[in-house]
């Protein structure tokens, strides 16, 4: 039973282009997050949402826009793609209710990006 | 800004080895470290730690933080092929946030 789903795995597309990637989580969690992982491997995080509402808003081009339907889902549109976008897109979620601390968090199997 | 370190980058062992892998931190109002293991997908979370000097294990992995000193040591004993990932260390503070170190590529040859 997969806790936290991402789609799709891979997308391949052409500068310029606008997609989408999805992500749910059925933890019951408050809170989600996008990171992206470059190819050193490094994490950085984008955004996150604690029950649907913006608690998290990185320093990230405004081509990119998350939105969360609800507190299981979180979704990320990136408009005008460019070479730089390439990357792993990973998707977690916090049992984390409030402020105060930071919590766990579980990754989802991530969205690895290719722009040519 | 928020800071993690983590040393070495990289390290090669032998099967049965013991190793230690460090990590530094500076977060405003620290209050977490956690402990992550990533091999060919989605990191997949090992420990966390809010009180200094109490060790967590789990099987051959365990792990300690100084909130004095601001570290935290994850310790591998008799290490096997299968722990051959990257190990990533994240701290958080009062806030929603984690901040990731670049991670320590662990390889276990046999």
């Known amino acids: 039973d997969t806790a936290v789903s991402q789609t799709p795995k891979y997308l391949v597309t052409q500068m310029g282009n606008d997609k989408s990637i999805k992500c749910e989580q059925n933890l019951g969690h408050d809170t989600m997050y996008w990171y992206k992982q470059d190819s050193k491997k490094f994490l950085k995080i984008m955004f996150s949402y604690n029950n649907k509402e913006l608690i998290i808003n990185e320093t990230v081009p405004n081509r990119f826009s998350p939105k969360s339907p609800d507190k299981a889902h979180l979704n990320l549109h990136i408009n005008s793609l460019e070479l730089g976008d390439s990357a792993v897109y990973f998707c977690?979620?916090?049992?984390?209710?409030?402020?105060?601390?930071?919590?766990?968090?579980?990754f989802g199997p991530g969205t690895r990006l290719t722009v040519t | 800004e928020d800071k993690v370190v983590q040393s070495p980058l990289s390290l090669v062992v032998h099967e049965g080895d013991t190793v230690t892998l460090n990590c530094s931190y500076e977060v405003t109002n620290f209050r977490s470290l956690l402990w992550y293991k990533q091999e060919k997908k989605a990191p997949t979370f090992l420990f966390m730690l809010t009180s200094s000097g109490i060790e967590k294990k789990s099987g051959r992995l365990s792990s300690i933080l100084d909130k004095k000193e601001l570290f935290s040591i994850l310790n591998i004993t008799a290490t096997q092929t299968g722990d051959s990932a990257i190990y990533l260390c994240a701290a958080g503070g009062s806030n929603y946030k984690l901040t990731f170190g670049k991670g320590t590529l662990l390889t276990v040859n046999p």
């Open positions: 977690a979620s916090s049992p984390q209710r409030g402020a105060g601390g930071s919590r766990e968090q579980y």
